[in-house]
């Protein structure tokens, strides 16, 4: 190994659930709360946040379930394409017909390329992404400031 490697030892994930509220709408929130130790944030400097667009919606906007199971399946194809060394889960969002999926990134090109593919790929549903170069982690805040207010479960 070199003097300009470093070794870096992934957290393994822990899931917190929230159940709140958001603009007087139900909000279901899982964070990975393994993240809220990671000592290499610096790493991972980029914030990355999917949405997908629910179609069949129950009550408050909450998708039905199956809708709930499809955005699940594409949800679990944007993981698979992503994770591992370059990105880290960071939290899902379940709220007035979007489910939101924010991740960290260490490489933003490689993860722009791996989604633009996905992206080129016939789609079940809507969805999109945004990513921003967010060293301090502010982004990620959101998620983290639940736990003071944490009443929810493991997930």
Same mark, same amino acid.
Not at 12 to 36: C, I, K, M, Q, W
Not at 76 to 85: C, F, M, N, S, V
Not at 105 to 121: F, M, N, R, S, T
Not at 123 to 139: A, G, I
């Given at each position: ?55 069949? =919606? !129950? ?9 709930? @199971?499809? #955005?699940? +399946? ?5 993981? /698979? ?19 939101? =999926? !924010? ?9 722009? @390329?791996? #989604?633009? +593919? ?5 789609? /079940? ?31």
């Amino acid at each position: 190994m070199s003097e300009d490697s470093v070794t870096i030892v992934l957290p393994d994930p822990h899931y917190t659930l929230f159940n709140g509220e958001r603009d007087s709408l139900p909000e279901v929130v899982v964070v990975n709360d393994a993240l809220l130790a990671f000592e290499h944030t610096d790493i991972f400097a980029w914030h990355l946040e999917v949405t997908l667009h629910a179609v069949d =919606l !129950a009550d408050q906007g909450m998708p039905s379930p199956d809708e709930s @199971k499809l #955005l699940f +399946e594409i949800g679990d194809e944007i993981e /698979r394409a992503i994770l591992g060394y370059n990105a880290l889960f960071l939290a899902r969002s379940t709220w007035n017909g979007f489910r939101e =999926l !924010a991740y960290r990134v260490y490489d933003p090109d490689a993860a722009d @390329k791996i #989604l633009q +593919e996905l992206l080129a790929k016939e789609q /079940r549903r809507f969805w999109e992404f945004h990513m921003k170069h967010d060293p301090s982690w502010e982004h990620a805040g959101f998620y983290f400031q639940l736990f003071p207010l944490a009443s929810g479960n493991d997930a």
